[in-house]
C-alpha cells in the first residue's frame, strides 16, 4: 500500500495531543485542590475520572474501530474531548470538572485503540518500528511542554499581564481565581481543530492484523483461564497507578512539605518528570537489544524505589530532583510489562492486549487509595502506597515466564560486527 505521510503527520499529532491533554493533571493538583476546596480523597476522583475511562473504553472501543472505521472513530473521540474541555472552561466547578474529565478520557481512550494500527498502515510496515519509536518522542515533548503552557498561562493571569493578547484573552474568560481554567479553552480549542481537521483527511483502509484485533467473547474466556492474564493486567494496573501516583502528587506534595510554588517550581518537577521518562524510554530501546528485560526490569524498579524513599524523606532540593527522576526509571516498565504479558500467552493477542489496557484504570484507583489514606493520615502516609505498586512490579522480574524472551545481542558480537 502506498504510504501516506498525511496520516502519519496527523498521527503523531495526535500522540502529542493525547499527551498534552493527559499529563497535565498533576500540575494542576494543588491549584484545583485550592479552587474547589477540596479534601485529598475529592482531589484523588480527578484522575480517577479521567483513567477510569480507560478501563470502560478500551475494549468497546475496539469493537467500535471495526465497526465504524478509523477516521469516524477519531473525528468521535476529537469531539468528546472538545465537548468536555468547553463544558467545563464555560461551567467550571468540581461537579462538572469530574464528568469533563471522563469525557476527555473516553476519547483519549478511544484514540490510543486507533492510532497504532493505523500507523502501521499509513506508514509502511517496514516503517512501524521507527514510527512508533517516534511517537513515543512526541508523545513525551508533549508531556515535557504541557505543565510549561499551563505555568506560562497562570502566572501571566495571576500578574495581570493583559496587555499580552493571549493573556488578555484568557483573563476575559477565566474566573479571577481560577486561572488554572485557561488551560481547559486551550484543550476545546485543540479538539475542535483535530476534528475539523479529521473531516477533511482521506484515510486509508486498515486491515488489523490477528494481534490488533479485539477478539469474539470465546477468545476472553479462554484467557481469563490462564493466571498469567490476571497477574499481568494487575502489573499494567500497579504501573499506571504509580506513573499517575508519582506525576499527579508530586507537586501537591511539594508544596505542602517544602511550600514550593506549585505554578513555577512545582510545575517544572511535573514537567521534568515526563521529559526524563522520554530520555529513559530512548535508552530502554538498547538496554532491551543487550539485556534480558526480566533483569532491565529489576534494576529499574529498584532505582525508582530508591527514587521515591529520597523523595518522601529527602530535603526540598533532594526532592525536587528525586521524584522527576524516578521518571527516568519508570520509562521502561510500560513496554517491559507489555512485551513480558504477551509473550506470555501463545494466541489471542489483540485481546490480551485490550485487557490490559483495561489495565490503565489503575491510574484511577491508586489515586482514590492515596487521597483516602491522606485524608486518614497525611499525604506522606498516603504516598507510601506506592511502594505496594512497585513491589508488584519487581515481582514481575522474578515470577513472569515468557514462552519467548527478548532477542538480545551480545556486546561481544557488536564489536565484532564493528571490526568486519
Avoid at 74 to 80: D, G, K, N, Q, R
Avoid at 373 to 395: C, E, N, R
Wanted: glycine fraction near 10%; hydrophobic fraction near 55%; charge should be positive.
Amino acid at each position: 500500500m502506498k504510504r501516506s505521510y498525511v496520516i502519519v503527520g496527523l498521527i503523531l499529532l495526535t500522540f502529542f495531543i493525547i499527551s498534552f491533554m493527559t499529563n497535565i493533571l498533576g500540575a494542576l493538583n494543588p491549584n484545583v485542590s485550592q479552587g474547589f476546596n477540596l479534601t485529598e480523597t475529592m482531589a484523588g476522583f480527578l484522575p480517577f475520572a479521567f483513567f477510569i475511562a480507560y478501563g470502560v473504553m478500551s475494549v468497546p472501543s475496539g469493537f467500535l474501530v471495526e465497526k465504524w472505521g478509523e477516521k469516524k472513530m477519531m473525528a468521535l473521540a476529537f469531539a468528546l474531548a472538545f465537548i468536555g474541555a468547553i463544558v467545563f472552561a464555560i461551567n467550571p466547578g468540581f461537579n462538572v470538572f469530574v464528568i469533563s474529565l471522563f469525557t476527555i478520557g473516553t476519547g483519549m481512550a478511544a484514540l490510543q485503540v486507533v492510532i497504532n494500527p493505523l500507523l502501521r498502515v499509513s506508514g509502511g510496515e517496514e516503517h512501524f518500528a521507527f514510527n512508533s519509536v517516534l511517537a513515543q518522542l512526541i508523545f513525551g515533548l508533549a508531556s515535557f511542554i504541557s505543565p510549561q503552557m499551563y505555568s506560562y498561562l497562570v502566572s501571566n493571569i495571576n500578574q495581570g499581564n493583559v496587555e499580552k493578547p493571549l493573556i488578555g484573552l484568557m483573563s476575559s474568560l477565566v474566573p479571577e481565581s481560577l486561572s488554572w481554567v485557561s488551560v481547559y479553552w486551550v484543550f476545546a480549542l485543540l479538539g475542535l481543530l483535530m476534528t475539523v481537521l479529521i473531516l477533511f483527511i482521506k484515510f486509508p483502509h486498515v486491515e488489523l492484523n490477528d494481534d490488533e484485533k479485539v477478539g469474539s467473547k470465546a477468545s476472553f474466556v479462554e484467557l481469563f483461564k490462564n493466571k498469567y492474564v490476571a497477574l499481568f493486567f494487575i502489573g499494567m494496573f500497579c504501573y499506571v497507578g504509580t506513573e499517575q501516583g508519582i506525576s499527579y502528587w508530586m507537586s501537591k506534595f511539594l508544596s505542602n512539605y517544602h511550600g514550593i510554588d506549585p505554578d513555577t517550581t512545582g510545575a517544572d518537577a511535573v514537567s521534568y518528570f515526563w521529559g526524563l521518562m522520554t530520555v529513559g524510554g530512548i535508552l530502554g530501546l538498547l538496554l532491551f537489544k543487550l539485556f534480558d528485560t526480566k533483569i532491565i526490569l529489576r534494576y529499574f524498579v529498584v532505582s525508582a524505589i530508591i527514587c521515591v524513599v529520597l523523595g518522601l524523606f529527602g530535603g526540598a532540593q533532594i526532592a525536587l530532583w528525586a521524584f522527576p527522576i524516578s521518571g527516568f526509571f519508570l520509562s521502561i516498565m510500560y513496554p517491559a510489562v507489555v512485551s513480558l504479558g504477551l509473550n506470555s500467552v501463545a494466541k489471542h493477542h489483540g485481546s490480551f492486549a485490550g485487557i490490559l489496557m483495561s489495565g490503565i484504570a489503575g491510574g484511577a484507583i491508586v489515586q482514590i487509595l492515596i487521597g483516602g489514606l491522606a485524608d486518614l493520615f497525611t499525604l506522606k502516609i498516603g504516598m507510601l502506597f506506592i511502594f505496594v505498586t512497585l513491589g508488584y512490579i519487581l515481582s514481575i522480574s522474578f515470577w513472569a515466564k515468557p514462552l519467548v524472551n527478548n532477542k538480545t545481542i551480545k556486546l561481544s558480537e557488536l564489536f565484532a560486527g564493528k571490526k568486519k
